[in-house]
């Protein structure tokens, strides 16, 4: 008769501690909207200084102004897109059952 | 989201306009005695990658000078206001098509965004 | 800023062909009057164009430089012919002096004439450029839709 071997269980991983979990996948996110947030100031910034140099009669173009205005105008609406994306996919995450 | 395409565009229309002021300054002054047709050289400038700096004007060699040392030839601007005209209409249209293509990119064919 | 400044410089070109205009016209109808108000003949008038930098129309409010590539126009002066009147024999002439001869202006209209033609051209040179730079900035705009 062969010899009854204890069972096995397979190797599963260390359960991660909730705050890690949450950690790294917190900063990650954050990062993501933080360089994001980062990229629309900046554009809206140079916008408004293009602006500001043609009303007082700067050499910046009519197009030009208009130019980066419609730019920093896009690159809002871009990261409005990646935030609603962004915070949908965490919270489908948040909701999954584990 | 100013890719190089939209800088380019953006750089050839601020040229043809530095151009445009320059024909238009010189039709009034086609009966100014002494005063000397002036331009920008288009296609080097266009080539210059210093996008910041203003173009450099030059006068034009090669017009028939009048007896009060005018030499505005008025066909010659009929010619390129008609000509930067036309220029500044093609790429305007070009730089709206980007940008209403990079707006559709972003809603996603959504209209309601 | 620079295509409002290119408006400024076609106007002044519009307004100086205008002035030059309105003194050919005074030439021409002035070609045979040997009786002024200050006495003699007409004395044929001249214009003389001269370049001028214009300032974009904002630069009074908000104090810019004036445009380097912006170059107007304006009639520096008017110059009124000093020398002496031509003198033309016509003896029946109530100007006609004691031997005869009557001052006359020193006018060709056919030659004045010739420069009111160009003076118009180059008005409507003026005016297809400022409509071409208005059909310019009105693009510029329409890159918002």
Same mark, same amino acid.
């Given at each position: 008769? !062969? ?61 030009? !102004?208009?130019?980066? !205005? ?29 | ?113 | ?145």
């Amino acid at each position: 008769m !062969t010899p009854i071997s204890p069972i096995r269980l397979p190797n599963l991983p260390e359960p991660l501690a909730s705050s890690g979990v949450a950690g790294s996948a917190g900063s990650s996110f954050g990062n993501l909207l933080h360089s994001a947030i980062q990229h629309v100031e900046a554009s809206s910034a140079s916008a408004d200084a293009a602006v500001k140099n043609y009303i007082s009669g700067g050499p910046q173009e009519l197009h030009s !102004t208009i130019l980066a !205005t419609q730019s920093a105008e896009l690159d809002f609406e871009m990261f409005l897109q990646v935030r609603n994306k962004v915070v949908s996919a965490y919270e489908e995450i948040m909701r999954m059952q584990v | 989201m100013l890719d190089p395409l939209s800088n380019s565009l953006d750089r050839y229309m601020t040229l043809v306009s530095v151009r445009q002021k320059l024909v238009a300054s010189n039709v009034a002054n086609a009966d100014t005695p002494g005063y000397k047709t002036q331009d920008i050289d288009f296609e080097s400038e266009l080539h210059n990658a210093a996008a910041g700096t203003s173009p450099v004007v030059n006068t034009v060699p090669g017009l028939r000078v009048k007896n009060d040392g005018n030499n505005v030839d008025l066909d010659r601007e009929a010619r390129l206001l008609a000509e930067n005209a036309l220029r500044f209409s093609v790429a305007s249209n070009l730089l709206r098509t980007q940008l209403k293509t990079v707006r559709m990119a972003i809603e996603g064919g959504s209209s309601a965004s | 800023m620079s295509l409002f400044s290119t408006i400024s410089v076609s106007a002044s070109g519009m307004t100086a062909q205008r002035q030059r205009a309105e003194v050919l016209v005074e030439n021409i109808a002035n070609a045979d009057t040997t009786r002024t108000a200050g006495g003699g003949p007409y004395r044929r008038q001249d214009v003389v164009f001269q370049s001028q930098q214009v300032s974009s129309p904002f630069s009074s409010v908000f104090q810019s430089q004036l445009d380097p590539q912006a170059t107007g126009v304006a009639i520096s002066q008017v110059v009124v012919d000093q020398s002496e009147p031509e003198r033309r024999y016509l003896p029946g002439h109530p100007d006609a002096d004691k031997d005869g001869y009557v001052a006359v202006p020193k006018v060709n209209p056919a030659e004045d004439m010739v420069d009111l033609l160009g003076a118009s051209r180059a008005y409507q040179a003026n005016v297809s450029a400022i409509s071409a730079v208005k059909d310019m900035i009105q693009r510029s705009i329409d890159l918002f839709r």
